[in-house]
């Protein structure tokens, strides 16, 4: 699709930006139940998942320390579908794990490429 050519930096900020704001959904309903009830209590490693949810979530959505807070998240979603969907079923689609699964991949992507434009750190080095 030609019309597409030369907007491949616009896109991939908008994946990161994107990314973040639904990984940081996440937290915001562990601890602030927002926009609706977190359906179980939270237990020791629910909140440090919750923790990271913000910060990473938080971090990867302004573009700021980008590549460390990407590759924690990314290993985070990696844990958290071998701990809470992996004992389901061997496949995302039987074990209700796809989102983690791509959270997990789309964070390890963005960790490899760093934060692009629209970000701190791209204003940074500059």
């Not at 923790?51 to 971090?59: M, R, S, T, V, W």
């Not at 990314?74 to 074990?95: D, E, K, L, R």
């Not at 991949?105 to 629209?118: P, V």
Request: aromatic share 14%; glycine share 14%; with cysteine.
């Amino acid at each position: 699709m030609k019309f597409l050519d030369g907007f491949g930096e616009q896109a991939y900020a908008l994946l990161r930006i994107v990314s973040g704001l639904l990984f940081l959904a996440h937290g915001v309903q562990k601890f602030f139940n927002f926009p609706v009830k977190f359906p179980m209590e939270l237990n020791p490693m629910l909140q440090a998942a919750g923790a990271i949810e913000l910060i990473a979530g938080g971090l990867i959505v302004v573009g700021l320390f980008t590549r460390p807070a990407a590759f924690v998240a990314s290993g985070m979603s990696a844990v958290g579908y071998w701990v809470a969907h992996g004992s389901q079923g061997a496949f995302p689609i039987v074990n209700g794990g796809e989102t983690i699964a791509l959270y997990c991949f789309i964070f390890l992507f963005i960790a490899t490429r760093g934060a692009g434009i629209w970000s701190v750190d791209g204003a940074r080095k500059t």
